[in-house]
């Protein structure tokens, strides 16, 4: 994992360059007002923040930090990218499908992802913002992405330009570089990323969020996920229409619980696809985050307004008609063994990520949640490898022998839910209390 890599060595942009300020559009989606659009004509750009140094408190002192991701630092985290002639690039410009979970739904587009090392903070921040040096042309995107670390754990993805403000304060910064093109013929490329970070106040953070939406299952064994991740057999996985909630390959970030509507079954699984049907459509969020769709009522996904009330023509971002109000779709494993569902069904879904207090990592499994502390006690669902779930408190209960201890703590993630702590990798985000 990249997470944990030693800080990233700063660059110089080139000063030329950064005077230059058109600003890169995605082609795939609606163009703002007012936005400017790349001309056919391939160009080298700068993409600085909106924000004046004015608006920037310390941006001119010691409050703002900055530094450059290394992006030479290509490695297995990232998705096909590669660094060459002094420039981020596509390993394969060959059109495919957007994500596995959106397979047959969307244009085939090429896509690469690069990921940086985690930039640890001098100070906690709330703010960052990103100065882009790249190539592009019409058909090709380049877009930047932060997401910073607390106590809570990481917050969900946000553009860094202009900036990325975060509802509490981070001490790590991790940058997404996102490349996509229509056609082969098409070359994005990035030779720089400049990052600054300060510091804004901030209203404070959310608890955990639920939703109760429509589940599809993903199938699709042996393809790619949008994270890098290759589908097997009985996975345990969920996929959500933004990527604003992907997780890095073989972590649990970004970790939903997903619930039969009855409870009677639940299993928490790392977000590791984007779909179904939108890419661009955090739901989950209040309209002054929502990424599109701002109109919709927080937690209606815009597939299930477009098929049950005709929204947007019936159709999804990409102008496809919906035909299922599905917004989640889950591994095989999660949708047959964790939830024991047969068809396509309504669920419960908590989006993990936008609560607060003590998390657990699964570092092994999926493990059985069990409805007291030990074996004995029925299974109510399972928490999947990687998963990062909430812990209430822990009891002592059977003595379990797990990879990474012999105990007889259980913890306790909900009412009648409880893991071994046997399994458990890591704790963060505070202590836990005995119940």
Known sequence: MRNARRTVRPTVLNGTLAALTVALVSPFAPAPAGASVPSPMARAVAVPSAATPADLVGSTGPVAQRWSPDLSAVDADDVNVRFTGGRLRLADRAPRAVTSAAL????????????????????????????????????????????????????????????????????????????????????????????TADRLAVAAATPGLTYRVFATRIGLVGETTANGHVVQPRDHFAALPSRRSLAPPDTGDY???????????????????????????????????????????????????AYQHGYNGGRDQFGRTVLNPAGIDLADGTFWDGLQLSTNAWVDVTYLWTGTGTRAVVGDGPLNVRSGPGTGYAARGLAARYANVPV???????????????????????????????????VYGGSVPPC
């Open 104 to 195: 047959d739904r969307h244009p085939a587009l090429a896509e690469g992802t690069y990921l940086s090392r985690a930039h640890d903070l001098v100070r906690p921040a709330t703010r960052v913002r990103a100065e882009v040096v790249a190539e592009t042309d019409r058909g090709g995107a380049v877009e930047v992405q932060v997401r910073g670390r607390g106590a809570a754990g990481w917050t969900e993805w946000r553009p860094a330009v202009p900036a990325a403000v975060f509802d509490r304060p981070v001490t790590r910064v991790q940058a997404r570089v996102q490349l996509t093109a229509r056609t082969p013929a098409v070359t994005p490329a990035v030779r720089g990323v400049r990052l």
């Open 255 to 305: 970790t939903v619980r997903v619930c039969t509507t009855s409870g009677s079954r639940c299993e928490y699984a790392p977000v590791w696809d984007v779909g179904p049907w939108n890419t661009r459509d955090d739901y989950w969020n209040l309209s002054a985050v929502r990424e599109n769709w701002k109109d919709l009522p927080q937690g209606l996904p815009e597939a299930q307004a």
């Open 392 to 426: 209430q408190c822990y009891v002592t209960g059977q003595t379990v022998s797990g990879p990474f201890r012999t105990t007889n703590r259980w913890q306790r993630l909900a009412a009648g839910q409880y893991i071994s702590y046997a399994y458990v990798s890591a």
